[in-house]
């Protein structure tokens, strides 16, 4: 069993930034494919980030592209999600989700695909 757990999330003023991890218990954490997802209130959750088993591999949201960066420490089983420039329409709940992945560059968009998840973080941005 995979446990995630977020950590980093908070209140921030608008054109601030906040870096979110998310600490996996997992043996060999390499062998996942890591996402970030978010969900603000009364929408639905929609990816943010993706990263792959190596880290050589990322791609995100077009709404965060420019503006956020996932990375990851295999060494540390820990996945990365630095903000910067954040907005109030960034404000949501966030998400890590794992998946366990037999090729080293694959990436995937949909929460479906991922069977783990953390707890999630609350991001707040105040204009």
């Known amino acids: 069993q995979v446990q995630l757990v977020e950590s980093g999330g908070g209140l921030v003023q608008a054109g601030g930034s906040l870096r979110l991890s998310c600490i996996a218990s997992v043996r060999t954490f390499s062998i996942y494919s890591m996402g970030w997802f978010r969900q603000a209130p009364g929408k639905e959750r929609e990816f943010v980030a993706s990263?792959?088993?190596?880290?050589?591999?990322?791609d995100y949201a077009v709404s965060v592209k420019g503006r956020f960066t996932i990375s990851r420490d295999n060494a540390k089983n820990t996945v990365y999600l630095q903000m910067n420039s954040l907005k109030p329409e960034d404000t949501a709940v966030y998400f890590c989700a794992a998946r366990l992945s037999s090729y080293s560059g694959s990436i995937y968009y949909t929460d479906s695909y991922y069977p783990y998840w953390g707890q999630g973080t609350q991001v707040t941005v105040s204009s």
């Open positions: 990263i792959s088993r190596s880290g050589a591999d990322t």
